[in-house]
T-cell receptor
Framework: DIQMTQSQSSLSASVGDTITISCRAS??????LNWYQQKPGKAPNLLIY???TLQSRVPSRFSGSGSGTDFTLTISSLQPEDFATYFC?????????FGPGTKVEIK | QVQLVQSGAEVKRPGSSVTVSCKAS????????FSWVRQAPGQGLEWMGG????????NHAQIFKGRVTITANKSTDTAYMELSSLRSEDTAIYYC?????????????WGQGALITVSS
């Protein structure tokens, strides 16, 4: 199975900051990498697929980059509603696997 | 975009089975592939398996081999996930999700989740 890691289990930031969240795959997955946002008590919500493509109706302050094994989610000008947990997920090969998540907290 | 509504929370005894349903509306059921993902309390996300109703084909993660059965009823636009031989470690929120038609293995719509508690 492909293991996904996220180096930061949590990070603190302020409204208006730009933050980056990292994700690494245990083997090359081309650009088959997706990002999800999850708020407490809610289902995950797809933000970015194919490493860089913004899902419909997701604000443009979210962006993704990377290929191969290393990927990044960037949130520019952090908004109050962005404080949540973010998961990466590989869609290169089943079983589809997720990173452990990065919780973005208010500083 | 399709809407997914799942069955409610349940408490089950160890060794028993549970079936969670996922009814789709707002789209053509046979156009979608469905997956099941679970999340233990305070933990990450774990893909369990999926089904493509139009073909009737399903697959599942090896760690659930022999314990998970995923089915779909095209006449009621509902997908099902049955997990047997339950143990305390199966306590989790179980989500159904559709697979994006634009990107394989990408979960683009989610149900609200069903909390399954396994306790004696």
């Amino acid at each position: 199975d492909i293991q996904m890691t996220q180096s930061q289990s949590s990070l603190s930031a302020s409204v208006g900051d730009t933050i980056t969240i990292s994700c690494r795959a245990s083997q090359a997955i081309n650009n088959y990498l997706n990002w999800y946002q999850q708020k407490p008590g809610k289902a995950p919500n797809l933000l970015i697929y194919g490493a860089t493509t913004l899902q419909s109706r997701v604000p443009s302050r979210f962006s993704g980059s990377g290929s191969g094994t290393d990927f990044t989610l960037t949130i520019s000008s952090l908004q109050p509603e962005d404080f949540a947990t973010y998961f990466c997920q590989q869609s290169y090969r089943t079983p589809w696997t997720f990173g452990p998540g990065t919780k973005v907290e208010i500083k | 975009q399709v809407q997914l509504v799942q069955s409610g929370a349940e408490v089950k005894r160890p060794g028993s089975s549970v079936t969670v349903s996922c009814k789709a509306s707002g789209g053509s059921f046979v156009n979608y592939a469905f997956s099941w993902v679970r999340q233990a309390p305070g933990q990450g996300l774990e893909w369990m398996g999926g089904i493509v109703p139009v073909f009737g084909t399903s697959n599942h993660a090896q760690i659930f081999k022999g314990r998970v059965t995923i089915t779909a009823n095209k006449s009621t636009d509902t997908a099902y996930m049955e997990l047997s031989s339950l143990r305390s470690e199966d306590t989790a929120i179980y989500y159904c999700a559709t697979i994006s038609t634009l990107s394989r293995g990408t979960f683009d719509s989610w149900g609200q989740g069903a909390l399954i508690t396994v306790s004696s």
